[in-house]
């Protein structure tokens, strides 16, 4: 029906098919392939970047919410978009994701493909797209699109042609802000390690530190250029060997979480695409632990041992600044990774934990999965988040002045995190006391875990904690 309405004109048509292909131009369409997107394809100082940001808050104010998380040196601010359907306050149960882009201020890419992922949202979200809508309704979404807004601008005014390989990369202080967070995974080897801090943290270092402590983000990327490849922490191998495997407990489900961004990128998914440079990371399926390739006490690792969050890094695109007629490709190359990685947050288990008496929620209790030597704790209101493989659990949770309670939860294969609500009686035995009495009276027998508690011990005896009082 709606094609013979079209009919009676056509001159109409003719005069949209020799716009749609047009012989003469053939090859340049081809070799500029644009985006089904109507998004704002080009780069964007900083305050074009406000600008953009204020006209999504306009278009969407029910979904969107900007705030600052500080200042750059020279007083630039880091804005933060956040996009949800309560955009403004953490919902209980609720996840809470974060990119980042714009760490290396002259990597410009990950900068306009989280400005265009947030018109995206906004657009979608409108227009009902379901999935778009099931994302934001469900999850909380951050998005810093400039951590290193003073590089950046030192790149911009290069441009695209002219912007070397360093030029805007560090700080205004002339830091490197992936090498200057706490080098926390040789101080869980080393106990004696008195170098907690690196020895000058930059303003918009210690802004993100703060904001990972504030928020409870559960899964996370940092968006970077210059390479095709997801890394996966740890980023930092021990003893800061250049060049070592070093897997988190986690390790397959970063992998996972790897893959899925990596699998989905048009440019990285293409066998026949080039290597960037000279390395082929092709024949690793385009994912590798960061410590395999090079040794950076970064981001990744601090989210991981500091905070709930998992984060893995993203390097875009060979080229750190593409011209800016490359964009709409590059946001089609990245529009599905940028999505299906968000969705990934909703695996695992999760759930509340609660005081059974009172039914309030518990603050900071431990979340321990068997055979995983990494534990997460609980939000302010008791809420918590575990992202895991499809797989059978054995999971305890204990918290200061309550009794440990374990139980078993199941995670499927599909996208939906398993629901896990545990309650906690309360007890007078130290927490400790009643977490080795637990070990001792289960029925827990895997090797792993015993020697989890192990180290467990070794904690509580390097902090001076008597457990050698009866059950
Ligand atoms: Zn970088």
Redesign the pocket.
């Known amino acids: 029906m709606g094609l013979f309405l079209l009919v009676p004109k056509p001159i109409k048509c003719v005069n949209v098919l020799s716009l749609l292909i047009d012989p003469d131009d053939i090859y340049s369409s081809e070799q500029k392939p644009g985006s089904s997107d109507a998004l704002d394809f080009r780069h964007h100082n900083y305050k074009e970047m406000r600008k953009l940001m204020k006209s999504v808050t306009d278009e969407c104010p029910d979904i969107t919410h900007v705030y600052t998380i500080g200042k750059s040196y020279t007083g630039l601010k880091l804005y933060v978009m956040v996009i949800s359907d309560n955009p403004s306050k953490h919902e209980l149960g609720e996840p809470e994701f974060r990119y980042v882009a714009g760490?290396?201020g002259n990597?410009a890419l990950g900068r306009e493909l989280v400005l265009n992922l947030m018109q995206y949202l906004c657009r979608e979200y409108k227009k009902g797209n379901q999935r778009v809508v099931k994302l934001v309704t469900e999850t909380r979404i951050h998005l810093l699109p400039s951590m290193n807004p003073d590089g950046y601008e030192a790149a911009y005014e290069k441009g695209s042609e002219l912007a070397g390989w360093a030029e805007g990369?560090y700080s205004f202080e002339g830091i490197d802000l992936?090498h200057n967070f706490p080098d926390l995974n040789n101080i869980m080897w080393d106990w004696n390690h008195q170098h907690v801090f690196p020895s000058q943290v930059s303003p918009e270092t210690r802004a993100v530190i703060s904001w990972m402590q504030d928020i409870p983000f559960v899964l996370s990327a940092n968006l970077?250029?210059?390479e095709l490849v997801v890394t996966y922490p740890f980023d930092c191998t021990r003893d800061w060997a250049p060049q070592e495997d070093t897997p988190t407990a986690d390790n397959a489900f970063f992998r996972w979480l790897a893959t899925v961004y990596a699998s989905t990128n048009l440019v990285m998914a293409n066998p026949d695409r080039r290597i960037c440079h000279y390395e082929d990371f092709q024949k690793h399926n385009n994912i590798i632990n960061g410590g395999a390739w090079h040794t950076v006490p970064g981001m990744n690792d601090f989210s991981y041992l500091h905070t709930n969050c998992f984060e893995v890094t993203v390097?875009l695109s060979c080229d750190k600044f593409p011209h800016a007629s490359e964009l709409p490709v590059e946001w089609e190359n990245n529009k599905e990774s940028l999505l299906v990685y968000m969705e990934q947050i909703h695996r695992g288990i999760k759930g509340v934990i609660r005081d059974k008496l009172t039914k309030q929620g518990i603050t900071d209790a431990v979340v321990k999965v068997e055979d995983h030597d990494h534990d997460i704790r609980s939000a302010a209101d008791g809420d918590y988040w575990r992202l895991l493989n499809p797989g059978d659990y054995k999971v305890v949770v204990w918290a200061e002045g309550y009794f440990p309670s374990m139980r078993r939860c199941n995670v499927g294969m599909e996208p939906r995190a398993t629901m896990c609500d545990f309650t906690l009686t309360k007890t007078n035995i130290s927490p400790h006391l009643a977490l080795k009495c637990h070990f001792l009276k289960s029925h827990l027998k895997s090797y792993l875990f015993i020697n989890n508690f192990e180290n467990k011990l070794k904690i509580i005896s390097l902090a001076n904690i008597n457990v050698t009082s009866k059950c």
Do not use: A, K, P, T
């Open positions: 760490m290396h990597e990369r992936n970077h250029g210059g390097e």
